[in-house]
């Protein structure tokens, strides 16, 4: 069973624009939840991480990230996005009922249009 | 300070022959994972060490895959004989807790050609 899911493998916005990249994750009572963004040819570089407390969470670069329990999501938003965000973005959820061990979603590919 | 590094950045191989990719973690981070990368199934955890010791290799595909971590500032994954379909690119990570409840810091991958 797939344990997170982004629904959208690409998404293309124009500079200046908002963005959101949808996040779910599959179960988990008390699930930790990152993203993580990859440039191309480097690694990952976490953006923002959610572990209890305030829903919504700041990361670097703009980036914040809202978790809502009902609907099972953690999705990441920015209000105003720059030409140098183009990268992929990974969701993963862990956590206790995770075994402890990072599971990540399938990745997001964003192109900034100038 | 100094990230984790991995190495080598590029390898090409032919069929058959052995790889081993290597690690060294940031110091003072107890824990240290494998992932390999492929379009198919993205990000994949292989294995991971915490102290030194293997916890979870329930991710390492076949017993062609093999890796250690002789001490702290140390890891190999190593793969023998390899074949086309092991084609990836590998990532290092490593964390000062555990993969679930911290932060993991990831080397810039090897990526592995095998022709």
């Known amino acids: 069973a797939q344990s997170v899911t982004q629904p959208d493998i690409h998404i293309t916005v124009s500079e200046g624009a908002s963005l959101e990249l949808r996040c779910n994750y599959s179960?988990?009572?008390?699930?930790?939840l990152f993203w993580y963004v990859q440039s191309p040819g480097q690694g990952l570089q976490l953006l923002l991480k959610y572990f209890s407390g305030d829903t919504l969470v700041q990361g670097i670069k703009g980036f914040e990230a809202e978790f809502k329990r009902s609907q099972s999501s953690f999705n990441l938003r920015k209000p105003s996005v720059h030409w140098s965000d183009a990268a992929e973005y990974l969701c993963?959820?862990?956590?206790?009922?995770?075994?402890?061990?990072?599971?990540f979603g399938a990745g997001t590919i964003l192109r900034v249009k100038s | 300070d100094a990230g984790v590094i991995q190495s080598p950045r590029h390898e090409v191989t032919e069929m058959g022959q052995e790889v081993t990719l290597r690690c060294k973690p940031i110091s003072g981070h107890d824990y240290l994972f494998w992932y390999r990368q492929t379009m198919m199934r993205g990000l994949e955890l292989l294995i991971y060490?915490?102290?030194?010791?293997?916890?979870?290799d329930s991710g390492m595909p076949e017993d062609r895959f093999s890796a250690k971590m002789p001490n702290a500032s140390f890891s190999t994954l190593k793969i023998q004989p390899s074949e086309p379909r092991d084609s990836a690119v590998y990532f290092c990570?490593?964390?000062?807790f555990g993969a679930g409840t911290g932060e993991l810091f990831f080397g810039e991958g090897s990526r592995l050609t095998v022709l």
């Open positions: 993963a959820v862990g956590g206790v009922e995770y075994g402890n061990k990072l599971v």
């Open positions: 060490f915490n102290n030194n010791v293997p916890i979870d």
């Open positions: 990570a490593s964390s000062l």
């Open positions: 179960y988990g009572a008390t699930p930790y």
